[in-house]
């Protein structure tokens, strides 16, 4: 008798997980991302979220939790309830890179629930105007000829615009000090007042300080020359063989999101990111949209680049 009664409690409750599931969402819900705002991710977070919003009727807010290479924002989104009121938006850095820089980052893809790609887009190699190069090539003249004397910006550790930096002083070959700051937009205004010299920016964070003649753009960090930057070389282009490096966001929740909710971001996601208003939105900032094939088909991409981002950083001697 007993053990039937706990069989039936276990029914229940199973029963009233997928109801409730299936009638969400009943109230807003919280975006969470790990950068500051007026940067990169939020040329990306905020349209989408306004568009969501109306597609789910109930509000998709931004919460921005910058900090320690978006562990502060990981670890919230990772121990909350899965029930699709807290989402984060952010690349694959918690499956790779940010296990071997951050040692009491505990958490790791079996913590979150891959929902869909969002964006996909090239970063932009951006330097002083007082360093006196143009393209890449001199970049890395210069940079053999004063090994460890040049430094680039990042938005932090094992963020999405250190990786590309690692990545070219290793294909490269060349000696350049890593300078994190909180966030993209702080980094590239480091090289505007001087404290560096070089950054792998975000599109949306640098596009402006470039119009407006406070820095230069050399490159893109794609493999071959951007469709939305066809002026731009690719790094390739000016001599660092193999260099390729494209910087996505993602939708994520906490693990054991129920399967109804992640389908309903799912579709929800691609209908929003077909939107033309949308799209003309997001390509404006540098970004194209990417939607996933399938949750099953995100999962998998995130669990392969986070593997190859964890690859690059051990190989820096980060975190060792």
Same mark, same amino acid.
Do not use: C
């Given at each position: +008798?007993?053990?039937?009664? @706990?069989?039936?409690? %276990? ?9 409730? &599931? ?6 807003? @819900? ?45 670890? +919230? ?63 890395? &003249? ?14 932090? +550790? ?8 690692? %990545? ?5 070959? #060349?000696? @350049? ?50 469709? +939305?930057?066809?002026? %731009?070389?690719? #790094? ?25 909710? #992640? ?51 051990? &190989? ?5």
């Amino acid at each position: +008798m007993k053990k039937t009664k @706990i069989a039936l409690g %276990l029914a229940l409750a199973v029963q009233a997980a997928i109801a409730g &599931a299936q009638a969400w969402p009943e109230k807003p @819900i919280r975006l969470v991302i790990g950068f500051p705002p007026g940067g990169g991710a939020d040329a990306v977070a905020r349209p989408v979220a306004e568009a969501l919003s109306r597609e789910l009727g109930q509000p998709v807010i931004v919460e921005n939790k910058p900090g320690a290479g978006t562990t502060i924002a990981a670890g +919230m989104v990772a121990g909350a309830a899965p029930d699709g009121y807290t989402l984060f938006m952010n690349n694959s850095s918690a499956y790779g890179s940010l296990q071997v820089i951050y040692k009491d980052f505990k958490y790791g893809g079996k913590d979150f629930t891959p929902i869909t790609r969002w964006t996909t887009a090239p970063l932009l190699v951006a330097v002083s105007n007082e360093l006196g190069v143009d393209n890449v090539a001199q970049l890395v &003249a210069k940079a053999k000829a004063e090994p460890g004397k040049l430094n680039y910006a990042s938005s932090g +550790m094992g963020g999405g615009t250190h990786l590309p930096g690692l %990545l070219f002083t290793k294909r490269a070959g #060349v000696d @350049i000090v890593h300078i994190p700051y909180k966030g993209g937009a702080a980094a590239l205004q480091g090289i505007v007042a001087g404290e560096t010299q070089i950054s792998f920016a975000t599109p949306p964070s640098v596009l402006p300080l470039a119009k407006a003649g406070r820095l230069k753009v050399i490159a893109v960090t794609t493999a071959e020359r951007s469709p +939305m930057f066809p002026e %731009l070389p690719s #790094v390739a282009e000016g001599g660092v063989k193999d260099y390729e490096y494209s910087f996505s966001f993602g939708l994520f929740g906490p693990a054991g999101l129920p399967e109804p909710i #992640v389908n309903r971001l799912f579709e929800a996601s691609r209908k929003v990111l077909a939107d033309p208003a949308l799209r003309a939105k997001l390509e404006g900032s540098g970004n194209g949209p990417a939607p996933s094939e399938s949750p099953a088909e995100f999962k998998r991409w995130v669990e392969a680049d986070g593997a190859a981002q964890r690859e690059l950083t051990l &190989a820096s001697g980060v975190g060792n």
